[in-house]
């Protein structure tokens, strides 16, 4: 096992592109580099198939709260030919699956909009299941609308639990699915196909990982335990990345 992971991330650390991300193009000539050299599979069939598109599904939608179980039903004619697909170079089946996710995300984006600034009555008890081996995709948009409904109460209660206001909570969910929003429109060719090379490696077995180029870079800080930067020190706030101080004796100390 351990020989399999070695190797693996040899095969990732060595088939970064540049700047401008994968494309199409690329695809076949990696995907064979991670055959050559994987313990187990040297080539594709019909079972990696069907686990690249269910892994490529889940990392869309993880918690079954874009696709509907009729979206889910029309990607199934392509479980058996993803790797036909790939060894003749064939994608429209990812641009196909994403317009999908595209206009799933913005309905869902409308919802949770229109869901904020409804009134939620947190006296009444409900249940809300997490763990989307146990959910089922919606079937209907009242059903979907009702998952988003709880979800969002949840986090709404969240927020209150730490102390802020139920206005500023609100805002703060708001602004919170409108960046999850622009993120999506934001995917482009090569950061599709990099979540798709991502499921076809984990496909192959759960310690593989295809890491794109800023990917990387954040794997060898992590692995070297030093990053150097600006000196500052920063945090997260609703997806937005805050300054939270100066580092003493760092560059921007030294301005």
Known sequence: KHLVLIA??????SCFKNSEGLKKNDVPTLVNQFLAMHVQYHSLNDDLSERILD?????????????????????????????DYIQNNQFDFLDDIYSVYKKRVMESNKLVNDLSKSAFDF???????????KVQYAETRKEMRDRWRKNIKLQL?????????????????????????????????????????????MALDPHSNYLSQEENEDFSISMKLKLEGIGVRLRSEDGFVIVESIIAGGAADKL
Not at 8 to 13: C, S
């Open 55 to 83: 892994n490529l599904i889940t990392s869309l939608d993880y918690g079954k709260y874009y696709f509907y179980r009729k979206d889910i039903e029309g990607f199934k004619k392509y479980r058996h030919k993803i790797d």
């Open 157 to 201: 209660l969240n927020y209150l639990s730490s102390g802020q206001s139920l206005e500023e909570a609100k805002k703060k969910l708001a602004k919170k699915y409108n960046l999850l929003y622009k993120r999506a429109e934001e995917i482009d060719e090569g950061k599709l196909l990099d979540r798709f090379m991502n499921a076809f490696s």
């Open 8 to 13: 693996t991330f040899a095969i990732v650390l």
């Open 123 to 133: 006296t009444v008890d409900e249940k809300i299941v997490v763990d989307r081996d």
